[in-house]
Structure formats: C-alpha cells, structure tokens
C-alpha cells in the first residue's frame, strides 16, 4: 500500500512538471505582450480592492483584535521571510565556496605532478558542475533561468507571469545557482537570490505549496495579491540583504528597483526583515569561522574590507574618478545592448529547437570559460614577488593548494607569483578582493588587466541569457574593478604620490560599470559602501554613479528594463511618454467596442462572451425607470468564473433577486474569489455546465465592484496614465463627461478623527446643494 501512495505521488509530481508553462518557449504578439505556446498571456494583478458585498461583510465583522492579529501576522511573516532567506543565501554560499575551493585545491595539488591532467580535471569538474545546473532549470524549473529581476520587477509593477514564484521555481533557483556559480561561469548569485527571497514571501503568503503537500491552513491568511505584493516585496529587500550582507541597501534597492508602489508601514517591515537577515547571516558566518563550514568561514560580514585604503583624495583626482564614470556608462550600455542582441536571437531561434541545444550551448559555454581561465594565465609570465614587511599579513607567493593573491600558477621560481591566474584561476570573490585590495601597487601588470577585461567580458555578455539562473551584480563588479584599476595604475604614475591606492579606483570602477548598465543610483552607492566598510569614498562613489547613469541613459535603458521588454513583460515606468499629453482617454481606447453585462445576465451568455474574447474585467450595467442606461459597477473575469463553478447563484428569474440592493445573504467568503498566487486560476474550459445552467440567470449586483476608478473622456492620457500606475489599478472606465454634481471633498474632509463616528461626520464645507 505504501509502495502505491510513493507511485502515484511520483506520477503526481511529474504531471505538474509537465504543466509548468516553459519560460523560454514564448512569442511576441502584436501588443507586446507575452504570448505562450498554449496561447495564454501574461496577465496583470488586483491590486485594487473589490469592494463587493462579500467583502463589505467581511470588512464588517473584523474587530479591532483581529484587525490586530492581521498586522502581528504580517509582522511575523517578514520575520520568517528574513530567516527563511538568510539561510537560503546560507546554504548557497557555503556550497559555492567549498565546491570551488574543492575545486582549485585538487587542481592545485595535481597540476604540482602534470599540467594538462590539472586541466582536465578542472574542465571536468566545472562541467559537472554546469550540467547540473542546466539539467535542473530546462528539465524542472524553467522559470529559474536569469537571475529572475525582471520577472519580480514586473509582478511588483502589476504583471504575473506564470510560474515565477512556484516552489519548483525556488527549489531550482537555489540549487541551479549553486551549479552555474560554482561551476567558475562569469555570472553571479545576487540576482537569483532576489528571486529567493521573492519565491520564499510568496510561498509564505499562501501559505506553502498544496501541490507538495507542503501546506499548513494557519499560514493561508493573505489572500489578496496586494497583501502578496507586499511580501514579495520584503523577499526582494531580503534577497540583497543576504546577497550583499547590506540591510539598508536591501530596502533602497526595493524602493528604487523593483518597487512601483510604496508605503511607510511596508518601509517599516521591509526595514525589519533586512534586519532579521543580517542577524541570521552574521550568526551563521560567527558558526563557520570556527572552521565547521569546510572551505567557507574565512571571510567576515563585510564582503571586500577596504577600511585600510585609501585615507584622502586630492583635487586633481577628480578628473580620472570622472573618466571612470564616463567609460562605467559607455562599456555599461553596450553591455546592455549587446545582451538584448543575443538574447533576443536566443529567444526566436536557439532556444527553440528544445531543451537539449540549451542544455549544450551551456556546456559549450563552460568549456570555453574553463579554457580561457586555465590557459590564458599559461601564456603569462610570472613576475617576482615585492617587498613586503615583516608584520604584513601578504604572503607571496601562496602556498600551493592555495588561492587567494599571488598565486603561484606555472612559476619556475619560488618567489614568483602569476598575476593573470590571481584574477582567473579564483572564486569571483576572491578575484574582486584582490582587485581591491590595498597595499598591493604594482601587483598587477596593465597587460594583464587589459586581457581579463576583454575576454571576461566578452564570456559576461555570453553566458547572460543562457538556461541557468545567472546574476550580473558580481560580473559587473569584477568588470568594472578591472579597468578602475588599470586608471589607477597610471595615476599612480602620472601624480607620483604615495597616498593613491589602486584599489580605491577599482571600487570606483565597479560602481560606475554597475550605474552605467543598471541605472541605480542610492540603492547602489549605499551597498557598496556597506561591502567594503569605508564610508569616506562615499562622495567620490555618489560622483562616478551620476556620470555613469547619465552616459548611459544617452544610449539605452537599463539592463533589467530592457530584458523584461525583451521578454514581453509590460512594465509601467514612472513616468508616461511625452507624446500621452496630447492624447485623451477616448483616443487612447479607440473604436473599439465595450464588451459588458446586464445585472442580471444568462447564464448562457456569461459562457460565450468569456469563450469569445479574452478581456478580465466587464462594466455592469443597469437601466432606471426612465430606461437611461447606468453603470452600476465592474465584473472581474475571474469572479466569473467562481460563480459558474458555485452554481449555487444561479436563478430561474429574469429579474433582479434584491430589487432594493440589500437583504440577500451572501453565500461566498471573500477568499473564494482569490487567485492562486502565480497561476491560471480557473480556465472556461474547466467548468461544465448541463443546458439546464444553461438556460438559468445570474445577479451580479452582490459580485461586482461597485465603486470603480472612473474618468471622463477627454481626461489627458498622462494623467490617466499616472492615475493607473500610482493607484495599481488593472481597469479605468472613461465615461462621457457627468451633467450634474453631487458633492466635492478636499482634504479637510478627509481627516477624520479616531474618535468620531464616521457616519454622522458632515461634509458641510462642500456639499454641493440641489437646485
């Protein structure tokens, strides 16, 4: 018995693998909107509260105690998705570091007997590594490919797509990140962990995955998407916070990043859930550094320490720090442009032919990096250790079976380090801490900086877009760190002073090669100074992030604008185009015609109008005694088809069953109404119904939205479009102007008091009196 409960649950699960729709396998339609191989799209969220009778109901029976118990359950969710991230970001990185460091430790100790097994053993090693990766995200995960930023960026923005915050999705984000990172490629783990974050609150609000049977009903108590927009919200500012060990850059990156909506009750508990990460990120390290985490555990909770750089800057140095920022913008806005190139030609024809070129094109990828990291330092000479002092904690060069700087890779000599396989042959982080380190001028020859510049670039635009999850945070940050240094060395040269560090310019670099590709500004210039503990660069990193965002602003968007455009993603900027200010509301829907309901409809028809066209929100509408035509409200798509599902509504009457509009009980919850968080909900297509049903009526007076945002006609399309974007409305209905007034509010009317009885406030000052 117990062997056919394991089968069926293992036939089970391979169904839903199969379901998931694949990521990949999408067109462009005419719209710009994504358009999936089974012909259904990428649809936007309720953020909007519909306020119908079910709700109202509900609304009345919450107390002040459960008022409060919804704000403790919120409070104590973001304490779960700080720690449920922080030990994701954990896991992670204890598994990168000690697969890498296992890695170059046996490649180390073989190549000190032959060169050429080291080096199929290395290319081995990260090809198992790959493959692992790859095999997870086309075979199980599809939505865990890229580092997954534009797809949160647009569901923050109002967009689901499906299948971006499933449990498979997480699971194959996690696991995939470790294969792709660890297998030496030029992409990152901070993107994807943004993605984890998001999948963890996601999977929190809902209360866990029922198709795993992984659920709990104490968790289900967010049903709206605005309460799940607000979590995912919290799991981005955590994934950074994790990513970068940099809580307050955390929150700054998801109001300035993914955000399209803001709050100061959600700043507060994105704040806390920052915080909570940073405490079970430190805690872990503090376990680690007594050496329990295996090759993870040397390093500290700021990432690349530069506190004993640089202590000053001169006047003169401006100029170099401002090129800095001018070539940040140029070499970050062809990346950008480079990548939506090949991505783009990824998209409508590599990937396409199936999951088995992506899975070898990735391949390819990896033995092309693992080449280029092994037999480029090859070709380099090694160079004689410098100098140091007795008490310097620099040791050159490195024991062999070790990494780190000056490492000895194909040196004749003891006392000789190769400075190409110092950047090459090491984990990115130890690669970027060399590149910034202090102390170390001249450990670096320009020849050598020009060529991991050009070929680790080239292997960043590459990989970027290929089948495993892939950040561009690290990549860039080594890019950048790259030609900052090599600025550095010539003005080290050309001022002749002591107190220039190399380092310094490279931190600089880093942040004008991210401003130029990324476009953030605060969110950025404050993580970097939370990684590197020196707070004193601060005014010369804000000045190299302005220049570098304005250059390439001259040229394209940012990189995760472009690629959710590239991905049919239809993101609402902040601002409306120019061209919108000489548009109306009636010009911007066209001739198109109004598909709506009558407040009590056929059964019949509400089953061919939704069969017939694919629109998500219907006007109802009423006729008065006087047989003008008003409508009375909107009806949702999806509560539609909660209804035809019930059945339990349906009537024999033609006419209204409360003419009067109260009375009626209300036979549904509010959360029957709620989609599953990143799914389809209920299709057409699934509900049967007998001719009987048929032939029967429904009110959708009690179901609808009666109060909906409403514009006239010849409002301005940029303050419509502001209107849409500020409130995260999904449906505006533009009317003809209205012939009469009711009423005005101003803000004085709308500051009420906690102590008056809000029925009996009068808005004497702008009641407008009938004639």
């Given at each position: 018995?117990?062997?056919?409960?394991?089968q069926?649950?293992?036939?089970?699960?391979?169904?839903?693998?199969?379901?998931?729709?694949?990521?990949?396998?999408?067109?462009?339609?005419?719209?710009?909107?994504?358009?999936?191989?089974?012909?259904?799209?990428?649809?936007?969220l309720d953020?909007?509260?519909i306020?119908?009778?079910?709700?109202?109901e509900?609304?009345?029976?919450?107390?002040?105690?459960?008022?409060g118990?919804?704000?403790?359950?919120?409070?104590?969710?973001?304490?779960?998705?700080?720690?449920?991230?922080?030990?994701?970001?954990?896991?992670?990185?204890?598994?990168v570091?000690?697969?890498?460091?296992?890695?170059f430790?046996?490649?180390?100790?073989?190549i000190?007997?032959?060169?050429?097994?080291g080096?199929?053993?290395?290319?081995?090693?990260n090809?198992?590594?790959?493959?692992?990766?790859?095999y997870?995200v086309?075979?199980?995960a599809?939505?865990?490919?890229?580092?997954?930023?534009?797809?949160?960026?647009?569901?923050?923005n109002?967009?689901?797509t499906h299948?971006?915050?499933?449990?498979?999705?997480?699971?194959?984000?996690?696991?995939g990140?470790i294969?792709?990172?660890?297998?030496?490629?030029?992409?990152?783990?901070?993107?994807?962990?943004?993605?984890?974050?998001?999948?963890?609150?996601?999977?929190?609000?809902?209360?866990?995955?029922?198709?795993?049977h992984?659920?709990?009903?104490?968790l289900?108590?967010?049903?709206?998407?605005?309460?799940?927009r607000?979590?995912?919200?919290?799991?981005?500012?955590?994934?950074?916070a994790?990513?970068?060990?940099?809580?307050?850059?955390g929150?700054?990156?998801?109001?300035?990043?993914?955000?399209?909506?803001?709050?100061?009750?959600?700043?507060?508990?994105?704040?806390?859930?920052?915080?909570?990460?940073a405490?079970?990120?430190?805690?872990?390290m503090?376990w680690?550094?007594?050496?329990?985490?295996?090759?993870?555990?040397?390093?500290?909770f700021?990432?690349?320490?530069?506190?004993?750089?640089?202590?000053d800057?001169?006047?003169?140095?401006l100029?170099?720090?401002?090129?800095?920022?001018?070539?940040?913008?140029?070499l970050?806005?062809?990346?950008?442009?480079?990548?939506?190139?090949?991505?783009?030609?990824?998209?409508?024809?590599?990937?396409?032919?199936?999951?088995?070129?992506k899975?070898?094109?990735?391949?390819?990828?990896?033995?092309?990096?693992?080449?280029i990291s092994?037999?480029?330092?090859?070709?380099r000479?090694?160079?004689?250790?410098?100098?140091?002092?007795?008490?310097?904690?620099?040791?050159?060069?490195?024991?062999?079976?070790?990494?780190?700087?000056?490492?000895?890779?194909?040196?004749?000599?003891?006392?000789?380090?190769n400075?190409?396989?110092?950047?090459?042959f090491?984990?990115?982080d130890?690669?970027i801490?060399?590149?910034?380190?202090?102390?170390?001028?001249?450990?670096?020859?320009?020849?050598?900086?020009?060529?991991?510049?050009?070929?680790?670039?080239?292997?960043?635009?590459v990989?970027?877009?290929?089948?495993?999850?892939?950040?561009?945070?690290?990549?860039g940050?080594?890019?950048?760190?790259?030609?900052?240094?090599?600025?550095?060395?010539?003005?080290v040269?050309?001022y002749k002073?002591?107190?220039?560090?190399?380092?310094?310019?490279?931190?600089?670099?880093?942040?004008?090669?991210?401003?130029?590709?990324?476009?953030?500004?605060?969110?950025?210039?404050?993580?970097?100074?939370?990684?590197?503990?020196?707070?004193?660069?601060?005014?010369?990193?804000?000045?190299?992030?302005?220049?570098?965002?304005a250059?390439?602003?001259?040229?394209n968007?940012g990189?995760?604008?472009?690629?959710?455009?590239?991905?049919g993603?239809?993101?609402?900027?902040?601002?409306?185009?120019?061209?919108m200010?000489k548009?109306?509301?009636?010009?911007?829907c066209?001739?198109?015609?109004?598909v709506y309901?009558?407040r009590?409809?056929k059964?019949?028809?509400?089953v061919?109008?939704?069969?017939?066209?694919?629109?998500?929100?219907?006007p109802?509408i009423?006729?008065?005694?006087?047989?003008?035509?008003?409508?009375?409200?909107?009806?949702?798509?999806?509560?539609?088809?909660?209804?035809?599902?019930?059945k339990?509504d349906?009537?024999?009457?033609?006419?209204?069953?409360?003419?009067?509009?109260?009375?009626k009980?209300?036979?549904?919850?509010?959360?029957?109404?709620?989609?599953?968080?990143?799914?389809k909900?209920?299709?057409i297509?699934?509900?049967?119904?007998?001719?009987?049903?048929?032939e029967m009526?429904?009110?959708?007076a009690?179901?609808l939205?009666?109060?909906?945002?409403?514009?006239?006609?010849?409002?301005?399309?940029?303050?419509?479009?502001?209107l849409?974007?500020?409130?995260?409305?999904?449906?505006?209905?533009?009317?003809?102007r209205?012939?009469?007034?009711?009423?005005?509010i101003?803000?004085k009317?709308l500051?009420?008091?906690?102590?008056?009885?809000?029925?009996?406030?009068?808005?004497q000052?702008?009641?407008?009196?009938?004639?």
């Open positions: 018995m117990l062997s056919n409960h394991l069926n649950g293992i036939e089970t699960a391979r169904l839903v693998w199969s379901r998931l729709p694949n990521s990949d396998d999408e067109a462009l339609d005419e719209v710009g909107l994504s358009k999936k191989s089974d012909g259904s799209r990428s649809e936007s953020y909007e509260v306020e119908n009778n079910a709700y109202r509900e609304q009345a029976q919450r107390g002040k105690l459960m008022v118990y919804y704000v403790g359950v919120k409070w104590f969710f973001a304490l779960l998705i700080g720690i449920g991230t922080g030990l994701a970001a954990v896991f992670i990185n204890i598994s570091e000690n697969f890498a460091g296992w890695k430790q046996l490649t180390f100790s073989i000190q007997k032959s060169y050429v097994a080096f199929l053993v290395y290319i081995l090693f090809l198992l590594l790959v493959f692992s990766s790859v997870i086309t075979q199980f599809p939505a865990a490919a890229g580092s997954g930023i534009p797809e949160i960026k647009g569901y923050l109002g967009v689901d299948g971006i915050l499933l449990f498979r999705t997480l699971i194959g984000k996690i696991f990140s294969g792709s990172v660890g297998g030496g490629l030029a992409l990152g783990k901070e993107g994807p962990l943004v993605h984890t974050g998001a999948c963890i609150a996601s999977l929190l609000g809902q209360g866990g995955s029922t198709k795993y992984l659920s709990s009903r104490w289900q108590v967010f049903k709206t998407d605005r309460d799940r607000d979590l995912v919200t919290c799991g981005c500012a955590a994934g950074v994790a990513a970068f060990r940099a809580p307050v850059g929150v700054l990156f998801a109001l300035e990043e993914v955000t399209s909506w803001w709050r100061s009750q959600l700043m507060w508990r994105v704040f806390f859930t920052s915080a909570v990460v405490v079970v990120v430190r805690t872990a503090g680690c550094k007594s050496g329990k985490c295996g090759h993870f555990g040397s390093g500290g700021i990432i690349w320490d530069i506190s004993d750089g640089q202590e800057y001169s006047f003169e140095e100029l170099p720090m401002a090129i800095i920022g001018v070539i940040g913008g140029l970050g806005a062809l990346f950008n442009q480079l990548t939506l190139y090949i991505t783009y030609w990824r998209r409508n024809y590599l990937h396409k032919k199936g999951s088995r070129v899975m070898i094109e990735v391949c390819l990828v990896s033995l092309i990096t693992s080449v092994f037999g480029l330092p090859l070709l000479k090694c160079s004689p250790c410098p100098e140091v002092e007795l008490n310097s904690s620099i040791e050159c060069p490195r024991p062999p079976g070790m990494y780190g700087n000056y490492v000895n890779f194909y040196c004749g000599k003891d006392k000789e380090y400075d190409l396989a110092t950047i090459f090491n984990t990115q130890d690669a801490r060399n590149l910034f380190s202090a102390k170390t001028i001249h450990e670096y020859s320009a020849q050598s900086l020009l060529t991991f510049l050009v070929m680790f670039y080239s292997l960043a635009v990989t970027f877009g290929t089948a495993v999850p892939a950040g561009q945070f690290v990549p940050i080594m890019i950048g760190s790259t030609y900052g240094r090599l600025v550095g060395m010539f003005v040269n050309f002073k002591l107190n220039i560090e190399e380092g310094t310019y490279a931190l600089l670099g880093a942040a004008s090669f991210l401003g130029g590709s990324m476009r953030m500004t605060v969110s950025l210039c404050v993580i970097m100074v939370e990684i590197t503990n020196n707070l004193k660069l601060l005014p010369l990193i804000m000045l190299v992030l302005l220049i570098s965002k250059v390439g602003d001259a040229f968007e990189l995760y604008e472009e690629q959710a455009r590239l991905r993603i239809p993101l609402l900027e902040s601002r409306p185009k120019y061209q200010r548009m109306t509301a009636k010009e911007a066209g001739n198109k015609k109004v309901f009558p009590v409809v059964v019949a028809d509400v061919s109008i939704l069969q017939s066209n694919e629109h998500n929100g219907f109802v009423d006729h008065t005694r006087n047989g003008e035509s008003l409508v009375i409200g909107l009806m949702l798509r999806s509560h539609l088809l909660v209804l035809l599902q019930s339990v349906f009537q024999h009457s033609p006419l209204p069953s409360d003419p009067r509009g109260g009375g009980p209300i036979r549904h919850n509010f959360t029957e109404f709620a989609k599953p968080v990143s799914s909900g209920i299709s297509d699934d509900i049967h119904l007998s001719s009987d049903d048929l009526y429904i009110d959708l009690p179901f939205n009666p109060s909906p945002y409403v514009v006239p006609e010849d409002m301005s399309l940029s303050k419509v479009y502001n849409f974007r500020q409130l995260g409305l999904r449906h505006i209905l533009v009317v003809p209205a012939s009469r007034v009711i009423g005005l101003t803000r009317d500051l009420i008091e906690d102590n008056e009885n809000s029925e009996t406030v009068e808005l000052s702008t009641s407008v009196r009938s004639l």
